[in-house]
């Protein structure tokens, strides 16, 4: 079995910065895409960000140049850098990684999620 824990939301001015944090533990061989996406009140949840094992990324175009994602790969925990937040970047962000367990069992797990506020 494979969790996630996030840290690092809250509120924040537009303009502002908060960095987002996802630790992944338990039955892990090895992990490879780590990523974050989030989910507005009444949308659809939809990708922030993905790192990939090789050090490719994708963003979503509303992020670029002011989100970055990071990994700590000894530690299997990735990171999201978000500078010059906007209101419409309010939302619940939830880690998503895709680790081998011990077991050699292909698996994909999400994080309980953590609230971004961005005030205007």
């Known amino acids: 079995q494979v969790q996630l824990v996030e840290s690092g939301g809250g509120l924040v001015q537009a303009g502002g910065s908060l960095r987002l944090s996802c630790a992944a533990s338990?039955?892990?061989?090895?992990?490879?895409?780590m990523g974050w996406y989030r989910q507005a009140p009444g949308k659809q949840r939809e990708l922030v960000a993905v790192l990939g094992t090789g050090g490719i990324t994708n963003y979503a175009d509303a992020v670029k140049g002011r989100f970055t994602i990071s990994r700590a790969n000894a530690k299997n925990t990735v990171y999201l850098q978000m500078d010059s937040l906007k209101p419409e970047d309010t939302a619940v962000y939830y880690c998503?990684?895709?680790?081998?367990?011990?077991?050699?069992?292909?698996?994909?797990?999400w994080g309980q999620g953590t609230l971004v506020t961005v005030s205007s």
């Open positions: 338990g039955s892990i061989y090895s992990m490879n895409a």
């Open positions: 998503n990684a895709k680790p081998q367990s011990l077991s050699g069992r292909y698996l994909e797990v």
